[in-house]
């Protein structure tokens, strides 16, 4: 089975855990410091993302595209 994101976009997010493990983890639109841990994989990935790396799109959008087939037929 194919990964699901590339080894570069883990190493991203494995950077961005270790800074929030020291504390100078910082959110982007606030400047506050990150203390959730889905958050701070959430920053990697889209540090990652705006790379060029391979990570797959959100969720949610996948669900509103089902959603709008499903209320098609």
């Known amino acids: 089975?194919?990964?699901?994101y590339s080894k570069r976009a883990?190493?991203?997010v494995e950077r961005a855990m270790k800074k929030?493990?020291?504390?100078?983890?910082?959110s982007g639109r606030s400047g506050k410091k990150v203390t959730s841990r889905k958050q701070a994989i959430a920053i990697g990935l889209s540090e990652a993302s705006a790379e060029g790396k391979k990570v797959?799109?959100?969720?949610?959008?996948?669900?509103?595209a089902a959603k709008k087939r499903k209320s098609k037929k």
């Not at 089975?1 to 699901?4: I, L, S």
């Not at 929030?20 to 910082?26: V, W, Y």
């Not at 797959?56 to 509103?64: E, F, L, Q």
């Open 56 to 64: 797959p799109k959100k969720a949610a959008k996948k669900k509103k």
């Open 1 to 4: 089975m194919a990964r699901k």
């Open 10 to 12: 883990s190493a991203d």
């Open 20 to 26: 929030r493990k020291a504390g100078t983890l910082k």
